[in-house]
């Protein structure tokens, strides 16, 4: 049986979650319950074509997107550059779950069910405590919401 070598061999998580945009609202909806103060860290997990990364830099955050879709982190650097942005938003061709997310006080994501247990673990892991998590949509199995406003949900680290 012959494998692939090392350097094209995905990540175990790569790819398990399809490209979904936040709509407007609901990216409206995630700023208001991140009750955002000037110069937080944010990332944006599976940011996509950047609108959330944006949204929070325009609002005053450091926003940071992690992407895996390199065809979408192009999209999100250009928008990035066309909004005047690239000193407070910035996207990062990468694997979220092999990052470490510890410096951040924002995080959001836009999952999907299957991931959202293990995420979680690794949010409690490496998140330090009081550190936000906004979820669109999708809940954390053996997390309380702090909040939930247009099926978007807070989390508080404990």
Not at 83 to 108: C, K, M, N, P
Not at 124 to 152: D, H, M, R, Y
């Amino acid at each position: 049986m012959q494998t692939q070598p090392d350097f094209v061999k995905p990540s175990s998580k790569i790819l398990r979650v399809p490209f979904v945009p936040s709509s407007e609202n609901s990216i409206n909806t995630m700023l208001e319950i991140a009750n955002l103060k000037p110069g937080e860290k944010m990332a944006d997990l599976g940011s996509g074509d950047g609108r959330v990364i944006l949204a929070f830099a325009e609002n005053g955050a450091i926003a940071y997107g992690y992407e895996i879709d390199g065809a979408l982190v192009i999209k999100a650097e250009t928008r990035i550059y066309d909004e005047g942005l690239d000193q407070r938003a910035f996207i990062h061709w990468a694997d979220y779950w092999e990052e470490d997310l510890s410096e951040y006080d924002i995080v959001t994501i836009f999952g999907i069910s299957y991931i959202m247990e293990e995420l979680g673990e690794k949010l409690k892991k490496e998140l330090k405590p009081g550190a936000k998590v906004i979820s669109n949509v999708f809940t954390f199995p053996n997390w309380k919401p702090k909040q939930i406003i247009n099926n978007i949900h807070l989390y508080i680290v404990p």
